[in-house]
């Protein structure tokens, strides 16, 4: 009887170990098996031809009997394992698959498999292996929400969650509230590289109130303490970050009298005062 072998992941972390000694190469030990196959469709070609058979039938002729092959020598599908995400994920992911338990191990194509899971458009980092002779691995991480965001279009005051892959779920709740928050044109889509830069310091976005989108290509982040950090371009906000968290630690620079620190110059960090000195018109007295 055909088996579908379901793995409980919860989390999403038991299927990391897994992936570090899992090589991109399939190991096929079928070669004579393939050629005997070959064999058997030429041979089928023929005979069809003979018997004066349509092309139509002749691939569906083919088919059958490349699968009754498959079957009989053990290159079917057996085991479809879902790792990396809850175990009703899993039934859904192994739904979309649209691989059957006894199916023609050669039909499961780890690519078209893999197109089909991404087309849920609810999980990421998906790869399909194939363990043959009659095994299927999924290995997914699910799509979790990453930040609340505030439109700007609509002048809300409520906020919106947002998911890894930039997209609007919802409306957020109380539960949700340690999220990163950004706000600005363009802010959903740029929020999860955001998230995933500050996610190696939690110190950093503990103390973030908000996250502002400039010109949909930077972020200015505002802290807790009056300070605006003003970030450069995306493709250099992971760098800048990483320098900003390493002075806080240093040196408390988000707790200093200041209104700004301008990180947009790489290797260069400008310090605005909160407020600013100015120099007395008065002549000295005496």
Same mark, same amino acid.
């Given at each position: 009887?055909?088996?579908?072998?379901?793995?409980?992941?919860? &989390?999403?972390?038991?299927?990391?170990?897994?992936?570090? /000694?899992?090589?991109?190469? !399939?190991?096929?030990?079928?070669?004579?098996?393939?050629?005997?196959?070959?064999?058997?469709? @030429?041979?089928?070609?023929?005979?069809?031809?003979?018997?004066?058979?349509?092309? &139509?039938?002749?691939?569906?002729?083919?088919?059958?009997?490349?699968?009754?092959?498959?079957?009989?020598? =053990?290159?079917?599908?057996?085991?479809?394992?879902?790792? =990396?995400? &809850?175990?009703?994920? @899993?039934? !859904?992911?192994?739904?979309?698959?649209?691989?059957?338990?006894?199916?023609?191990?050669? +039909?499961?194509?780890?690519?078209?498999? +893999?197109?089909?899971?991404?087309?849920?458009?609810?999980?990421?980092?998906?790869?399909?292996?194939?363990?043959? $002779?009659?095994?299927?691995?999924?290995?997914?991480?699910?799509?979790?929400?990453?930040?609340?965001?505030?439109?700007?279009?609509?002048?809300?005051?409520?906020?919106?969650?947002?998911?890894?892959?930039?997209?609007?779920?919802?409306?957020?709740?109380?539960?949700?509230?340690?999220?990163?928050? /950004?706000?600005?044109? =363009?802010?959903?889509?740029?929020? $999860?590289?955001?998230?995933?830069?500050?996610?190696?310091?939690?110190?950093?976005?503990?103390?973030?109130?908000?996250?502002?989108?400039?010109?949909? !290509?930077?972020?200015?982040?505002?802290?807790?303490?009056?300070?605006? @950090?003003?970030?450069?371009?995306?493709?250099?906000?992971?760098?800048?970050?990483?320098?900003?968290?390493?002075?806080?630690?240093?040196?408390?620079?988000?707790?200093?009298?200041? +209104?700004?620190?301008?990180? +947009?110059?790489?290797?260069?960090?400008?310090?605005? $005062?909160?407020?600013?000195?100015?120099?007395?018109?008065?002549?000295?007295?005496?």
């Amino acid at each position: 009887m055909s088996k579908v072998k379901n793995s409980k992941s919860g &989390s999403g972390k038991s299927g990391r170990g897994r992936r570090d /000694v899992i090589d991109d190469h !399939e190991e096929v030990q079928a070669s004579s098996i393939l050629f005997g196959l070959a064999i058997l469709t @030429a041979l089928i070609v023929a005979a069809a031809a003979w018997m004066g058979g349509s092309l &139509s039938q002749l691939e569906r002729r083919a088919g059958h009997m490349l699968d009754s092959a498959a079957r009989s020598t =053990g290159l079917a599908v057996q085991y479809i394992s879902v790792e =990396g995400v &809850s175990d009703e994920m @899993a039934d !859904e992911l192994r739904f979309a698959a649209l691989v059957e338990p006894g199916e023609n191990m050669f +039909r499961a194509d780890p690519h078209l498999v +893999r197109d089909r899971i991404e087309a849920t458009g609810r999980v990421i980092n998906v790869q399909v292996h194939r363990f043959w $002779p009659d095994h299927i691995l999924i290995l997914a991480d699910a799509v979790e929400p990453v930040a609340l965001w505030r439109d700007p279009a609509q002048n809300e005051t409520k906020w919106a969650v947002v998911d890894g892959l930039g997209r609007v779920m919802g409306m957020a709740d109380d539960t949700q509230s340690g999220l990163v928050r /950004v706000a600005g044109e =363009g802010a959903q889509t740029a929020a $999860p590289l955001l998230a995933d830069a500050l996610k190696e310091f939690p110190a950093l976005s503990a103390r973030l109130d908000q996250a502002q989108r400039i010109s949909d !290509e930077r972020w200015d982040l505002k802290f807790d303490s009056g300070v605006t @950090a003003q970030l450069p371009r995306d493709t250099s906000q992971g760098q800048a970050i990483r320098r900003l968290a390493f002075l806080d630690r240093d040196t408390d620079i988000l707790d200093r009298p200041l +209104r700004r620190i301008d990180m +947009r110059h790489a290797e260069q960090v400008y310090l605005s $005062p909160e407020r600013p000195a100015t120099a007395s018109l008065q002549p000295d007295a005496g």
